[in-house]
Nanobody, 122 residues
Framework: VQLQASGGGLVQPGGSLRLSCAAS????????MGWFRQAPGKEQEFVAA????????SYADSVKGRFTISRDNANNMVYLQMSSLKPDDTSVYHC????????????????WGQGTLVTVSS
């Protein structure tokens, strides 16, 4: 499946953004859909993931309580609602699919999309 993230932009600290990830094919059978981010000069880090039917989610400690991940299997979309944004959230955000993984946070994701840049700055 091919993935394309969108919705990034410039936002002030404390603001909100919703990222979208559109899949070229069905995501119904994909166990895990996730979001990762990579800031300049830093390693890629896990942000959030959601299980096949949305019954389970996992978040990085740094975004817990501020970000919410969701998926719409009928429309092959995944979303990341981000609120109370901080300058440290500035990164390129990528969505990813893990067809068979069971561990949302540490599983091996096998499909990746191009990222969308989120800049949090006043």
């Amino acid at each position: 499946v091919q993935l394309q993230a969108s919705g990034g932009g410039l936002v002030q600290p404390g603001g909100s953004l919703r990222l979208s990830c559109a899949a070229s094919g069905t995501i119904f059978s994909i166990n895990a859909m996730g979001w990762f981010r990579q800031a300049p000069g830093k390693e890629q880090e896990f942000v959030a993931a959601v299980s096949r039917y949305g019954g389970a989610t996992s978040y990085a400690d740094s975004v817990k309580g501020r970000f919410t991940i969701s998926r719409d299997n009928a429309n092959n979309m995944v979303y990341l609602q981000m609120s109370s944004l901080k300058p440290d959230d500035t990164s390129v955000y990528h969505c990813a699919a893990g067809a068979t993984i069971s561990n949302l946070k540490s599983g091996q994701y096998d499909s990746w999309g191009q990222g969308t840049l989120v800049t949090v700055s006043s």
